[in-house]
C-alpha cells in the first residue's frame, strides 16, 4: 500500500484536468477572497457600521444557492462542462467591468452586484466542474483529488482575509473589483488547457427542461446513498445553523473574552483545517467515504457539546482546533459519496438538490438561534447542535456497509 501511495499521489498531480481545476481555483478563490472583505470593508465604510447593509452582502452570496442552485445543476447536465466553466468565468470578468462603469458615474452600491453576479454563476460553473473529475479522474483517485481540493479551501480560509484586507487597504475599493476581474480571467485561461468536450457532454438538449427536473428528483429519491445523505445534510445544517452566529457570544459570554479573541478561533479552525485536509490526502484511500463523513460529523458533535460546556479558554480553542481537523473528513467524505454514486449526466441535478438543503435547513435555524438562545441560554444551544450532528450520523448509519460505488438498483431505476 506505501509503495502505491506515491504512484498513485505522482497519477493525481499529473492528471490534466486535476492540475486545470487546481489552477482555476486558486485564481477564483482569490478573486472571491479580494471581493468578501473588500466589499464587506467597504459597505461598512459607507454606511457607517450599517448592520443591515453589512448582512446584504451575505443575501448577495447565498440566496442564489436558493435560487439557481438547481436551475444551474439542471443546466450544467445539458452544457458542456468546459465550456460552461470557461463562459461563467468570463462573464464574471465582464460583470465587473459594469461594476466599475456603475461606481464611477453612479451609485457605490452597485458592489452588491459584483457578489450577486459570480455567486449566480458559480451555481451553473461548480457542477460543471464536478462532471468534469466524474468523468476525467479515476475512480480510486477521486477521494485523493477531493482532499486536495479541500486543503487548497482551507489554505485560503486563513491566507483570503489577509490578502482581501492588504489589496482593499492597500489600494482602495476600484483595485479590489479590478483584481476580481483579473482572477476571474485567469481561471478562464487555466481552464483552455482542460480536454476538449466530449460531443455527448452537450447532454440531451432535445428533452424538455421540466422533464430533466423531474428526472433529477426521481433520481435521487431513487438512490439509497444519495436520499441518505439529503438526510444528514438536513441534520447537519439544521445544527450549524444553531451556533453559526453564537462564536461571539461564546466568547464574551461563557469564556469572558474580548470581541477581538475571534479572530484567534478563526486563525486555529483555519490551520486545523489544512493540517486535517494534509493527513486526509494521506489515508483517505483507506477508508470508505462514508466512515470518514460519520467520523468528522461524531468528532465534531461532540466537539459543540464540549465547547458549550467548557468555561476555559484554552479548552475551548482546543476543542475548536479539533473541529476544525474534523471538518475536511466531513467535506471530502461528502463530495466523495456523490461522484461515487452519481452518473455524470446527474452530477449537476444531484449537487443542485443536496447543496439547497444543506444551505436552506441552516438558514432556517440561524434565523432561529437568537430567539433560542434567548430562550434556552447559550449551552443547550450548543448541546442540541452537537445532537443534531449526532442524529445525521445514524441516518447514514446504514450507508457503512455499503463499498462505495453506484448502486445497481440507482442506475437501473434512473434509467
Known amino acids: 500500500m506505501k509503495a502505491s501511495q506515491p504512484a498513485s499521489a505522482r497519477q493525481l498531480f499529473g492528471n490534466r484536468v486535476v492540475q486545470a481545476i487546481m489552477v482555476s481555483t486558486l485564481f477564483l478563490q482569490i478573486g472571491i477572497w479580494v471581493r468578501n472583505i473588500a466589499i464587506l ?131 482602495g475599493i476600484e483595485t479590489a473589483i479590478g483584481a476580481m476581474g483579473v482572477a476571474f480571467v485567469l481561471s478562464a485561461a487555466s481552464l483552455a488547457f482542460l480536454p476538449r468536450d466530449r460531443k455527448d457532454e452537450a447532454g440531451k438538449t432535445k428533452s424538455h427542461l421540466k422533464e430533466d427536473i423531474k428526472a433529477g428528483f ?116 461528502i463530495n466523495t459519496m456523490i461522484l461515487q454514486n452519481t452518473e455524470e449526466a446527474f452530477i449537476g441535478r444531484v449537487n443542485g438538490i443536496l447543496n439547497p438543503l444543506f444551505m436552506g435547513s441552516m438558514v432556517v435555524t440561524m434565523m432561529l438561534s437568537g430567539v433560542l438562545k434567548n430562550a434556552i441560554t447559550l449551552v443547550p444551544l450548543y448541546v442540541v447542535a452537537g445532537v443534531l450532528f449526532l442524529a445525521g450520523v445514524a441516518v447514514l448509519a446504514p450507508l457503512f456497509k455499503l463499498k462505495g460505488g453506484m448502486q445497481p438498483e440507482t442506475e437501473q431505476k434512473a434509467g
Open 41 to 171: 470593508l467597504f459597505v461598512k465604510a459607507m454606511t457607517n457600521d450599517d448592520a443591515f447593509a453589512v448582512s446584504l452582502i451575505s443575501v448577495a452570496e447565498f440566496a442564489p444557492i436558493f435560487i439557481f442552485s438547481f436551475i444551474g445543476g439542471t443546466f450544467a447536465d445539458r452544457w458542456r462542462p468546459k465550456r460552461t466553466m470557461v463562459w461563467c468565468d468570463l462573464l464574471s470578468a465582464v460583470s465587473i467591468l459594469g461594476v466599475l462603469f456603475a461606481m464611477t458615474y453612479g451609485s457605490w452600491k452597485a458592489v452588491f452586484f459584483a457578489t450577486l453576479v459570480s455567486s449566480v454563476l458559480s451555481q451553473f460553473s461548480q457542477p460543471a466542474g464536478m462532471k468534469l473529475f466524474k468523468a476525467h479522474v479515476p475512480e480510486h483517485l477521486v477521494q485523493t483529488g477531493m482532499s486536495m481540493y479541500q486543503t487548497l479551501f482551507a489554505v485560503f480560509m486563513i491566507f483570503g482575509p489577509v490578502v482581501g484586507t492588504f489589496v482593499y487597504q492597500s489600494y
Open 218 to 333: 426521481r433520481y435521487v429519491g431513487s438512490s439509497i446513498v444519495l436520499s441518505k445523505l439529503g438526510g444528514g445534510f438536513v441534520a447537519a445544517g439544521l445544527g450549524l445553523g444553531l451556533i453559526q452566529p453564537m462564536g461571539i457570544f461564546l466568547l464574551t459570554e461563557r469564556l469572558g473574552r474580548a470581541e477581538t479573541d475571534l479572530q484567534w478561533f478563526l486563525l486555529v479552525n483555519g490551520v486545523a483545517m489544512i493540517i486535517g485536509g494534509m493527513l486526509a490526502m494521506s489515508f483517505s484511500a483507506k477508508v470508505s467515504p462514508a466512515k470518514l463523513l460519520a467520523f468528522g460529523m461524531v468528532v465534531d458533535s461532540l466537539s459543540m457539546i464540549a465547547m458549550g460546556i467548557s468555561t476555559n479558554y484554552g479548552i475551548t480553542l482546543g476543542l475548536q482546533f479539533l473541529s476544525g481537523f474534523v471538518l475536511p473528513c466531513i467535506q471530502i467524505g
